[in-house]
C-alpha cells in the first residue's frame, strides 16, 4: 500500500537520551514534515524539507535534527536539549505541484 | 511564522445540530486553506481544500467551507452533524510563495451525542 509509514506507533526513552523517529514515503512527494502534537496547542513546525539534501527549520527546532538523504526517508531525531520531548510526533508529506499534504499516523514519544 | 486561529475549542452538539466551526489566518499573501480531521485513535485526514476559484469549497462527509478574503476567514460548516463525525478539527494554511510550509489552527474537538 502506498503511504506513509511512522514507527514506532509508541516509543519509551530515558531523559537525557536522544531518540530517532522513523518516517519513510513510498508516495514519491518530494517535500516531507515533522509536527509536534501537544493537547490544545495544535500542530507545531518542527522541520521540513522540499528536497532532498535540504531541509529548513520551523517554529519549533529546537532540541531537534533532521537529516534527508533518502527522497523516500525524513528521519528525526530528539536530542538531549529538547527540554519536553514528551508528545505525539506527526509526519507529512507532499507531492510537488500539490497543495495538501498527506500524513502518517504518528509516534508517541514518551520521555520517562 | 503565520498563525491560524480556531475559535471553538471544545464544541458539544446533538445529532442533526448544525455546526459551524470558525477559522481564521493571519498571512496577506496568497494562501492555500485547509481543514484536517482527526478522528479517535487515527491519522489527520483532508476534509476539504481551497486553492482558488469558487470560494465555497465542498468536501467529504457533506462538509463545506467557505473562504471570505476579507475577513481572513475559512469556516468549517455541516447543516446537519452525526455521531460519526465525533473529532478533531485542525484548520491549516500552506503559503505556497514562502517556503510552503503548513501552519495549523490548535483545533477543535467536536463531540456530537446521538
Known amino acids: 500500500d502506498g503511504g506513509i509509514t511512522q514507527s514506532p506507533k509508541y516509543l519509551f526513552r530515558k531523559e537525557g537520551q536522544n531518540v530517532t523517529l522513523s518516517c519513510e514515503q513510498n508516495?514519491?512527494?518530494?517535500?516531507m514534515y515533522w509536527y509536534r502534537q501537544d493537547p490544545g496547542q495544535g500542530l507545531r513546525l518542527i522541520y521540513y524539507?522540499?528536497?532532498?539534501?535540504?531541509?529548513q527549520k520551523g517554529d519549533i527546532a529546537e532540541g531537534y535534527s533532521v537529516s534527508r538523504e533518502k527522497k523516500e526517508s525524513f528521519p528525526l531525531t530528539v536530542t538531549s536539549a529538547q527540554k519536553n520531548p514528551t508528545a505525539f510526533y506527526l509526519c507529512?508529506?507532499?507531492?510537488?505541484?500539490?497543495?495538501?499534504?498527506?500524513f502518517g499516523q504518528g509516534t508517541r514519544l514518551t520521555v520517562v | 511564522a503565520q498563525s491560524v486561529s480556531q475559535h471553538n475549542h471544545h464544541v458539544i452538539l446533538s445529532e442533526a445540530a448544525s455546526l459551524e466551526l470558525g477559522c481564521n489566518y493571519s498571512y496577506g499573501g496568497t494562501v492555500n486553506l485547509f481543514w484536517y480531521v482527526q478522528y479517535p485513535g487515527q491519522h489527520l485526514q483532508l476534509l476539504l481544500k481551497?486553492?482558488?476559484?469558487?470560494?465555497l469549497v465542498k468536501g467529504i462527509k457533506g462538509f463545506e467551507a467557505e473562504f471570505i478574503k476579507s475577513k481572513f476567514s475559512f469556516n468549517l460548516r455541516k447543516p446537519s452533524v452525526q455521531w460519526s463525525d465525533t473529532a478533531e478539527y485542525f484548520c491549516a494554511v500552506n503559503t505556497p510563495n514562502t517556503g510552503n510550509q503548513f501552519y495549523f489552527g490548535t483545533g477543535t474537538s467536536l463531540t456530537v451525542i446521538p
Open positions: 524539507s522540499q528536497i532532498v539534501n535540504d531541509f
Open positions: 481551497y486553492f482558488s476559484g469558487d470560494p
Open positions: 507529512a508529506s507532499r507531492r510537488q505541484g500539490a497543495t495538501e499534504a498527506f
Open positions: 508516495l514519491n512527494h518530494d517535500a
